[in-house]
């Protein structure tokens, strides 16, 4: 039995910390512990903590707990890991086999960094277009989206907290745009500005929060909307600090 709980927490644990929707990591746990032949399925989730309880027909009972570190948005990964659900529950999959299909998917290289900052600046860039910017203004937002996300990856990897994180990139962002306005490329920074700051939104969060939400887990809406208005602010702020210092604000 401890052997396949720790195969169903593997899997709860990579799908909360790829984003998944707490209903979703819940549901698969539980139903991977009934295809192994739990009576009974205990499972409480949150964004930073898994609780899972699995009783068997013999009257055993096993508890685990994880400690979720950090999280992020990983849709490839969710789609594997739900795959990978479903054929444990139809299939009847050994502890080997799970093993070695978790080890595939772990293996599977993310999008490298150069990509990343390619489609940050396409958004940046196209979001100013958008909103009403020249294309001498897109142009120069593409550029900055890039290095943006550029930014935004060397404070993962030294800081490794992501409210911290966007509030440097709003910052970097500023202070690129400002400086973009004093070299006299562009006219104006708003549209730009905005487009800009589109890619550091959290929609995805809020998203998931309100389907939490909506789902009946009000905890984990709650925890993940405060870590979306978190972010909000710290966008906000890193905009605010910049222009203060430099005197664009009074």
């Known amino acids: 039995m401890t052997e396949l709980l720790n ?66 948005t990983d849709f490839e990964t969710i789609h594997c890991l739900n795959a990978l659900s479903r054929k444990i529950c139809s299939e009847q999959m050994t502890v080997s086999q799970i093993q070695t299909e978790l080890a595939r998917i772990a293996a599977v290289k993310p999008h490298p960094l150069w990509a990343e900052c390619l489609f940050y600046a396409i958004i940046s860039g196209a979001f100013t277009l958008f909103f009403g910017g020249g294309f001498i203004e897109a142009a120069v937002a593409l ?28 910052f970097a962002a500023t202070a690129l745009a400002f400086a973009a306005l004093k070299l006299g490329w562009v006219p104006t920074v708003d549209n730009m500005m905005i487009g800009i700051i589109m890619t550091l939104i959290p929609g995805i969060g809020l998203t998931n929060a309100l389907r939490d939400l909506f789902t009946g887990d009000s905890i984990a809406g709650l925890l993940r909307s405060i870590e979306a208005v978190l972010i909000a602010l710290a966008i906000a702020a890193g905009y605010f600090l910049f222009a203060a210092l430099g005197g664009v604000v009074g």
């Open 7 to 72: 195969c169903a927490m593997d899997i709860g644990e990579q799908l909360l910390v790829c984003g998944a929707e707490i209903h979703r990591v819940e549901d698969s746990v539980k139903r991977i512990c009934e295809a192994f032949g739990a009576v009974r399925t205990d499972v409480f989730i949150i964004t930073s903590s898994m609780v899972v309880t699995v009783h068997d027909s013999n009257g055993n009972t096993c508890t685990q707990t994880r400690r979720i570190i950090s999280t992020g």
């Open 143 to 170: 550029v900055i989206g890039g290095l943006i996300r550029f930014a935004m990856w060397v404070a993962d990897k030294t800081v490794g907290n992501r409210i911290f994180s966007k509030f440097l990139a709003s």
